[in-house]
């Protein structure tokens, strides 16, 4: 935890073995997306993703 009391955090996906295809996932764009829109909405910053394909 920073000093003024905002969290950094990272945001962790993964792929289901049902939606693999070539490249990311769809689940993937939307875990990101969705959890992405969590922090901002939550005033925590957002540090990097994480992927597990």
Known sequence: M???G???VGIYARL???DERTGES???????????R???EQGWNLVDYYVDM
Not at 26 to 36: D, R
């Open 26 to 36: 769809i689940s993937i764009e939307n875990q990101k997306e969705l959890l992405a």
């Open 38 to 40: 969590h922090v901002r």
């Open 2 to 4: 920073q000093d003024n």
């Open 6 to 8: 905002t969290y950094s």
């Open 16 to 18: 289901s073995r049902d």
